[in-house]
């Protein structure tokens, strides 16, 4: 049994539970939660960043970040799945996840500016360069929104899971300016219960 080492507002190792799911591997992974603000989870051990998601195969290897997870789970289902084989449909799909994991990283940034800075010690303009970096893709995905595959491919996972975080920690304000991001949202949660299964609670 493989051991996934996550957090339940994770949209990274949300990514990862989705495409285990789309995998049919769910079955071969069990999930733990780790506690990211204790040093002596063994977390740190397992993954010296110290960061989820991190993929524990049976013989101890450790597997991060949620790409190189993503890209082991295809391998391990056949390949060609969600990472497509034909190179410019791979390209494709592996630059929609990297401007969706951009995202991502720029609005967990700011989650954690909130969360751990002091309001004295806040840098507005740090904050507005990450909004902006979130504004920016999301105009561009908005202009031009992907298809959906069967299975999705791991951009497509990507994008879903760039929308549930921003309705989880920004309270859905993308929804009122994107109506085909959210047209696109909605298509997607139809098609790919592990959507909603993987849902985490505010």
Partial sequence: MMILRSAPASPFARKVRIA???????????VQDADLNDPADSLRAQN???RVPTLILEDGTAYYDSRV??????????????????????????????????ILE??????????????EMKVQSWIDRQAGKTA????????????????????QIA???????????????WRRDHPRLLA????????????DATKASP
């Avoid at 994008?159 to 304000?173: E, I, N, P």
């Avoid at 696109?184 to 959507?195: E, K, Q, S, Y």
């Fill in 184 to 195: 696109w949202h909605d298509r997607f949660a139809a098609a790919v219960p592990a959507f």
């Fill in 69 to 102: 997870i993503l890209e082991y789970l295809d391998h391990l289902a056949g390949g060609g799945r969600i990472v497509p084989r034909d190179p410019t449909a791979r390209f494709a799909a592996l630059r929609l996840q990297a401007l969706c994991d951009g």
């Fill in 106 to 119: 720029a609005s967990v940034l700011i989650v954690y500016e909130g969360r751990y800075r002091p309001p």
């Fill in 48 to 50: 010296p960043l110290g």
């Fill in 136 to 155: 920016r893709g999301l105009a561009a995905l908005e202009r031009e929104p992907p298809a959906i595959d069967a299975p999705p491919n791991v951009g």
């Fill in 20 to 30: 285990a799911s789309l995998l049919g591997l769910a079955g071969r992974i069990q």
């Fill in 159 to 173: 994008l879903a899971c760039v929308l549930g975080y921003l309705d989880l920690r920004f309270a859905g304000a």
